[in-house]
T-cell receptor
Framework: SQTIHQWPATLVQPVGSPLSLECTVE??????LYWYRQAAGRGLQLLFY??????ISSEVPQNLSASRPQDRQFILSSKKLLLSDSGFYLC?????????????FGEGSWLTVV | AQSVTQLGSHVSVSEGALVLLRCNYS??????LFWYVQYPNQGLQLLLK??????LVKGINGFEAEFKKSETSFHLTKPSAHMSDAAEYFC????????????FGTGTRLLVSP
């Protein structure tokens, strides 16, 4: 069966520091990969998605970037964090090529920028 | 463009009462519709999804939802609430565009009192 792992689970970082959140998927190949952010009291906002290695699409302009160095690895990064980057970050995956596929989520990473 | 509106950021019910969480969608293409549940500090778990087969969709934990095209609605119901149902519920929509991107509503927090 497929599993998705995301780490770290909790992170407290000072303003201006770098960020790296990692996500890996097991049990499938060539998945679509996603990063969502959930701010307090708000819904989920799609930040990035990827259909293959090195292929990243950004949904909103922001202080963050994403990379996909391997087929089942997705990394969310920032060079200098802002207070507004605080939130709950969720990595997710879906199978490719078929519309209506379910998107499966990781357990999330709490980021607090202080 | 697609969007989802969830009416009511909070819904309170008593244990054993009917649960009704409302979701209305907007989509220019035939939609795929999803309900996810999020327990505190966890990722999202799929409850059920509509993919144009049956309009009444049954999911996990006794939940079901009915797709009503004329009303552009996909409300989530459960006949009898349990304390363990207390969580946040998200409705989401995606379109038949060949790539799976979910657009989420802002969520409804379900509170269950004894």
């Amino acid at each position: 069966s497929q599993t998705i792992h995301q780490w770290p689970a909790t992170l407290v970082q000072p303003v201006g520091s770098p960020l790296s959140l990692e996500c890996t998927v097991e049990g499938t190949s060539n998945p679509n990969l996603y990063w969502y952010r959930q701010a307090a009291g708000r819904g989920l906002q799609l930040l990035f998605y990827s259909v293959g290695i090195g292929q990243i699409s950004s949904e909103v302009p922001q202080n963050l970037s994403a990379s996909r160095p391997q087929d089942r690895q997705f990394i969310l990064s920032s060079k200098k964090l802002l207070l507004s980057d605080s939130g709950f970050y969720l990595c997710a995956w879906s199978a490719q090529a078929i519309s209506g596929n379910t998107i499966y989520f990781g357990e999330g990473s709490w980021l607090t920028v202080v | 463009a697609q969007s989802v509106t969830q009416l009511g950021s909070h819904v309170s019910v008593s244990e054993g009462a009917l649960v009704l969480l409302r979701c209305n969608y907007s989509s220019s293409v035939p939609p795929y519709l999803f309900w996810y549940v999020q327990y505190p500090n966890q990722g999202l778990q799929l409850l059920l999804k509509y993919t144009s087969a049956a309009t009444l969709v049954k999911g996990i934990n006794g939940f079901e939802a009915e797709f009503k095209k004329s009303e552009t609605s996909f409300h989530l119901t459960k006949p009898s609430a349990h304390m363990s149902d207390a969580a946040e519920y998200f409705c989401a929509v995606s379109g038949d565009t060949g790539f799976q991107k979910l657009v989420f509503g802002t969520g409804t927090r379900l509170l269950v009192s004894p």
